[in-house]
């Protein structure tokens, strides 16, 4: 069966600070992966999706980059972490596209990001 | 692009009530998910709807997909107070395929015993 890892859980990060979201799932090959933040109270915001490795969508523009050094590794970072960078990050991922399938996406555990 | 919106945003019913959470599309679309969020917690996939008049249930929810109204509902039957959470109702954001997906605001749910 699939599983998605994040980590840290947890952080809590000056303004300023460099950062580095991990994000990996076992038990597929080659999946659609996603970044989504989402705020306190508040819906999910896409952030990046990406359909392989080396290949990142980016669909806000903002504070954060993407990379995906392998076919199920994915990752979030920063070179300088500002307030609203604060929420709680989500991966999510789902297999392409085939028949009889729902492309249903499923997330990971999460990082909750404090920036302060 | 999709556009979703759900209501009501908030919601509070009484253990054994009947109630239902209304997810209405903008455009077009070949599919709608229902997730759940527990608080602090990720999204757990609920239901996915992939035709017109689908409908899917699972112990005390049911969901139903309306194409030509461009609606789904998402029903909870005799509500039980492990059913708090936040609902979210999702659609592919070009109308179709998985690449991305537009998420509603969610429908805060709380099951008052």
């Known amino acids: 069966s699939q599983t998605i890892h994040q980590w840290p859980a947890t952080l809590v990060q000056p303004v300023g600070s460099p950062l580095s979201l991990e994000c990996t799932v076992e038990?597929?090959?080659?999946?659609?992966l996603y970044w989504y933040r989402q705020a306190a109270g508040r819906g999910l915001q896409l952030l990046f999706y990406?359909?392989?490795?080396?290949?990142i969508s980016s669909e806000v523009p903002q504070n954060l980059s993407a990379s995906r050094p392998q076919d199920r590794q994915f990752i979030l970072s920063s070179k300088k972490l500002l307030l609203s960078d604060s929420g709680f990050y989500l991966c999510?991922?789902?297999?392409?596209?085939?028949?009889?399938?729902?492309?249903?996406?499923?997330f990971g555990p999460g990082t909750r990001l404090t920036v302060l | 692009e999709l556009k979703v919106e759900q209501n009501p945003l908030f919601l509070s019913m009484q253990e054994g009530k009947n109630y239902t959470i209304y997810c209405n599309y903008s455009?077009?679309?070949?599919?709608l998910y229902w997730y759940r969020q527990d608080p602090g917690k990720s999204l757990e996939s609920l239901f996915v709807?992939?035709?017109?008049?689908a409908v899917k249930q699972e112990g005390r929810l049911m969901a139903s997909l309306d194409t030509k109204a461009r609606l789904s509902t998402l029903h909870i039957t005799a509500a039980v107070h492990d059913l708090s959470a936040t609902y979210f109702c999702?659609?592919?954001?070009?109308?179709?395929?998985?690449?991305?997906?537009?998420f509603g605001t969610g429908t805060r749910l709380t099951i008052i015993p």
């Open positions: 038990g597929t090959s080659n999946p659609n």
């Open positions: 455009t077009t679309s070949d599919r």
């Open positions: 709807l992939l035709s017109n008049g």
């Open positions: 999702a659609g592919p954001l070009r109308g179709f395929g998985n690449e991305k997906l537009t």
């Open positions: 990406s359909v392989g490795i080396g290949q």
């Open positions: 999510a991922w789902s297999v392409l596209r085939l028949a009889g399938n729902t492309d249903t996406q499923y």
